[in-house]
């Protein structure tokens, strides 16, 4: 069962099924007509990143607004075996990451290498990686799957999803307490042989589980990479506690009250949050 092999750190790489197909399209879209004196991934890259940031936040709106973009991943589920009524997603994050962009003050905290539940996500949660633009080896994120069921030092005890929500939360360019945000990360440089960078083109995917350690590369091709992430959890692993278990994360708070069903809008009970938030707490 692919849920199984997602849980023990195995990954997935494939294309879109043609009647998702149109999701991508909608956002690329989106993205050519904000960047639309050019070929996106260059003048992203060559403007003021505080008109990149006011033109990423138009595009992040209008994929919010439109409702209707969800139902053409319906198939795409299905096509891993995986009921959508049991789906439960969050805001889907549309990343642009433009050339040079490491060399940028403040830029530190986006290529912190970290595990997702380290942001007070579930440890059971699956990401969806796609590419929007072409993303060379090197210049997309990086996994290290030795660590997946080994621990590493870190600093994840700082991070409450409480504060993070009051200083602007996930994607905020700008917010009066945004210099109080804590970014977890690992305490040394992980060591991993079998490291690898994770890379695609438009209408590819990648899956993978968020217990992964992983963290954005630099870019240096000389143009940005666009890219979607999509966090998910199915409600049947959460109500029985499955999926991999905590080994380092000692994050407090939770993402899940944000987490919605794919077709309906509904949050899981409070309960059943509840229940799996502790019983996910490092003993």
């Not at 990451?97 to 003050?105: C, E, I, L, R, T």
């Not at 994840?156 to 977890?184: C, M, V």
């Not at 083109?201 to 590369?217: A, M, P």
Request: aromatic content about 14%; glycine content about 6%; proline content about 7%.
């Amino acid at each position: 069962m692919l849920l199984e092999r997602l849980f023990v750190g195995e990954t997935l790489s494939g294309l879109f099924p043609d009647p998702s197909f149109p999701f991508l399209k909608t956002i690329k879209d989106y993205i050519n007509e904000e960047f639309s004196e050019g070929d996106p991934v260059f003048v992203s890259s060559s403007i003021p990143y505080l008109d990149l940031a006011s033109r990423m936040e138009k595009i992040r709106t209008r994929i919010y607004e439109n409702l209707s973009l969800k139902k053409f991943l319906y198939p795409l589920f299905e096509s891993w075996g995986m009921d959508p009524f049991d789906v439960y997603v969050d805001l889907f994050r549309l990343r642009c990451v433009p050339n040079g962009f490491h060399n940028q003050p403040g830029s530190e905290s986006v290529l912190y290498i970290h595990r997702d539940p380290w942001y007070a996500n579930p440890e059971n949660q699956i990401n969806i990686w796609i590419p929007i633009t072409l993303v060379n080896p090197g210049a997309g994120f990086t996994l290290y799957p030795s660590y997946f069921q080994n621990p590493i030092a870190n600093n994840s005890h700082l991070f409450d999803y409480n504060h993070w929500l009051e200083t602007g939360g996930f994607q905020a360019t700008s917010h009066s307490r945004l210099a109080e945000k804590i970014f977890p990360k690992p305490n040394l440089m992980p060591k991993d042989p079998k490291q690898f960078s994770v890379s695609g083109d438009f209408g590819e995917y990648f899956l993978f589980s968020s217990h992964h350690l992983h963290g954005t590369e630099e870019n240096n091709l000389g143009f940005s990479r666009f890219s979607m992430e999509i966090r998910f959890v199915l409600g049947s692993v959460i109500r029985n506690h499955l999926g991999p278990e905590n080994t380092d994360n000692r994050s407090t708070g939770t993402t899940l009250y944000e987490m919605k069903n794919l077709m309906d809008g509904r949050i899981l009970p409070s309960e059943v949050i509840q229940n799996y938030v502790n019983a996910a707490v490092l003993k």
